[in-house]
C-alpha cells in the first residue's frame, strides 16, 4: 500500500512539474532563430498585450507624384516592413505594390507616363543598396544594378524620362563615381566620372542633358559643388571659388533660362540659406538673408517659377514658397508646429506634397496648393490605439554646461495622471550631426503614458541646427566635451520639483551609443542603468572596421586614429578601456549586418563588461543593419527594453 501511494504521489509530484515547466514556457517569450541574446532573463508573455497599443502606429511618407495623374507613391506599413503603395486621391486607399522581407524607403515614378517605377532596397539592413524597376502594367520586377557588396542610390532622370544617372561603390567599395544607364535596357550601363573618396553625389541634371551638378561632401560643415560636362567628360569646380571650409549643398538648376544654380549655403554665416548662384558672372546672392535659421531643404517647380523650401525654427519646420521673379517668398501658416520631410511638386507647378508629424501624431502625406492657399490631407496613418491624449506637447528646456554655454532638449513630460517626482530617461540623438526634434516618438510614449517616465532627448554641442560653430564644438579632442553636457544635465534634473534625479537612465543610438557608453563611464553613481544601440564602444576599432566608403568622412569628425596622438586620446577615453566603472545595469543592442558602427563594438563592449562581473543584456538581430528595421524584431526589442525599464530604473 505504502509503495503504491509513493508511486501516486510521484507521478503527481512528477505530473505537477511538467505542467508548471509548460506553463512557464506558455508564459515566456520565445525567442526568434534570427535574434542571439546573452544575459536576457525570459520575458514574461503577458508583455505583449501591455504594450500591444503602442506597437502597431503606423506612419506614411510620399515618395514621388505620378507626372500626369494626381496619383501618389508612399512609403508606409502594413506587414513586417515598410514597402511602396499606391495612393490614387487624398484620402484613398494605400495599394500595396511591393512584398519584399526588407524595408523599402524609396522609389521614383519614371518622369514621362509613369509606367514604371524605380526602387532601391538592400538586404538584412546592410546598405548596399541596388536599384530594380517594377513595371505597372504586368508588376514585373527587375534588378538593374549588379548586387554584391556595393552602394547603389542617388537617382536623378533625364528630362525625356528614358536614363539615370546615380552614384555607386561598385568599383571598389570605398570611392563612390558616377553611372548612367536607360532602365528599360540595364546592358547600357556605364561609368561616366571616376572619383575619389565616398562623399560625393548628383545634386541634379540639366534639362538639356549637357551638364551635372556634382557635390563633394567633406564633413557637415563643408561641401563642394562641380560642373560635369557630358561634351568634354570634364568637371570643373564651381564653389567655392577659394579655399574656404564652407557648406554648398542641394543645388538644382534654374530650369527656365539655365543660366543660374539655387543652392543651399553658410558662406559668411552661422545658418545655411538659400542662394542663387550665376553661371556667368559667377556671382553668389543670398536669397533668404533675413531669416535667422537653417535652410534645410529646397526643390523648384518643373516650371521654375516656384521654390517650396524649408526652415528648422529651434527644431520645428517652416515651410516657405519663394517667387524666382520677384525673389519674395512667403511662410504657410497654415500648418500646425510640426517636423516636415519629403517635399515633391507635382508636374501641375502648383502642388507640393510633403510629409508631417507632430508630437501627438505620426508621419502623414498632404498637399499644398499654391494656386488656392489650400492643405488637403492625404493619408490618415493609424496609431493603433493608441492615446496620447494625456501627453502636454514637449517642453523645450535649457541648461549651463560647464563652460557657461547653453545646451537645449525638448521635455516630454509623463502623463498628468501621474503626481510627484518622476523618473527620467534621457535619449541622445545620433549623428552627431543630428538633432533632436519635437516629433512623435511613437512606442516611447508607452513611458510617459504606462509608466509614469519623463524623457528627454537633449541637442548637446555637435548637434545641428544651432549654427556651424556649435556644430564643430565636440570634434577631435573635444570629444568628451559633448559628455560633459550631459553631465551638467543631469545636475539640472536635480533643481527640477517634478523629475527624479534619483531614478535616471540614459540611452541612445550610433553616436548616442557612444554617448550611452560614455556617460555610463562617467556618470555611474549619478544613473540607474543605460541602454546602447548600435553604439561606438572604441573610435580606434571603429574607424578600423567601419565600411571604407565613409571613413574617411568620420575621421573629419572624430578625428584620424593614424595620428599616434589621437589613437592614444581614443585608447583613453574608450568606454571599452574604462568599462570597470560601470556598475549599474546595461542593456547593448546590435545589428549582425551594420555597415557603419560593426556587431564587434557592441560585442567586445558586452566581453569586457561580463568580465567585470557586471549586469549586461545583450541582443544581436542577424538581419538586421544599424538598428531594427523590421516591426518583429523592433517588437522584441521593445519587450525586452520594457522589462529592462521595469527592473532597473524603476524598482
Known sequence: MKENLLKKLLFVFVCNIHWLIIHAQNDSLTVADNLVTDGIPALPAAVVAAVKTYTESRSAVITSWHPLKKEMLIVTRFGNTPQIHLVKMAGGARKQLTFFDEPITYASY?????????????????????????????????????????????????EKGDKIVYASTRRNGADRDIYMMKPKDSTTNKMLLQLQGGGWGIDDWSTDEKRLIIEEVTSVNESKLWLYDFTTGNKTKLLPQADERVVYTNAFFSRRDSKGIYLITDKNNEFQKLARYDLSSRKLNILTADLKWDVTAAQLTRDGKQIAFLTNEAGASRLYILNTATKKYTPVPQIPTGIITSMEWHKDGKTLGFSYASSNASSDVFEWNTL?????????????????????????????SFDGRDITGFLYKAN????????????????????????????????????????IYPNVRGSTGYGKTFTDLDNGMKREESVQ???????WISTQPGLDASRIMITGGSYGGYMTLACATHYNDKIRCSIDIVGISNFNTFLKNTESYRRDLRRVEYGDERDTSMAAFFERIAPLNNAQKITKPIFIVQGKNDPRVPYTEAEQMTEKIKKNGGTVWYLMANDEGHGFGKKNNQDFLFYATVEFVKRYLLN
Do not use: C
Open 110 to 158: 519614371q518622369p514621362l507616363d509613369g509606367s514604371y517605377m524605380l526602387f532601391t532596397k538592400d538586404v538584412g539592413g546592410n546598405e548596399f543598396d541596388q536599384i530594380y524597376s517594377y513595371d505597372f502594367a504586368n508588376g514585373k520586377l527587375t534588378m538593374l544594378t549588379g548586387g554584391g557588396r556595393s552602394q547603389n542610390g542617388n537617382i536623378i532622370w533625364n
Open 372 to 400: 488656392t492657399n489650400t492643405l488637403t490631407r492625404w493619408t490618415e496613418s493609424e496609431l493603433g490605439g493608441m492615446d496620447v491624449s494625456g501627453i502636454a506637447p514637449p517642453k523645450l528646456i535649457k541648461w549651463k
Open 416 to 455: 498628468k495622471k501621474f503626481s510627484g517626482k518622476r523618473p527620467v530617461i534621457i535619449n541622445i540623438h545620433g549623428g552627431p550631426e543630428g538633432q533632436a526634434r519635437p516629433t512623435f516618438i511613437g512606442r516611447n510614449n508607452y513611458y510617459l503614458n504606462e509608466l509614469g517616465i519623463s524623457v
Open 485 to 491: 553636457d550631459i553631465g551638467t544635465l543631469i545636475n
